[in-house]
């Protein structure tokens, strides 16, 4: 999906953002290029994708900084 939306709103996925809860939506937009922030869902991120290096906050209040 996410790269399905880049490519018809002509975005660069480097310089966009994705905020997921979910390990699916988490390996979407990692799969796409995009920078991930996850608020996880209940059940929490899986192990294997703790280890993509995206950032996991417990809160979307914690989204202050931007990607680097």
Request: hydrophobic share 40%; net charge negative; glycine share 6%.
């Amino acid at each position: 999906p996410y790269l399905k939306a880049l490519d018809q709103l002509d975005l660069v996925a480097d310089q966009r953002r994705a905020l997921e809860d979910s390990d699916p939506g988490v390996r979407s937009a990692t799969a796409a290029g995009l920078c991930v922030f996850q608020i996880p869902d209940e059940f929490g991120p899986s192990p294997d994708v703790r280890d993509f290096g995206h950032e996991i906050l417990p809160s979307v209040m914690d989204l202050v900084q931007p990607c680097q």
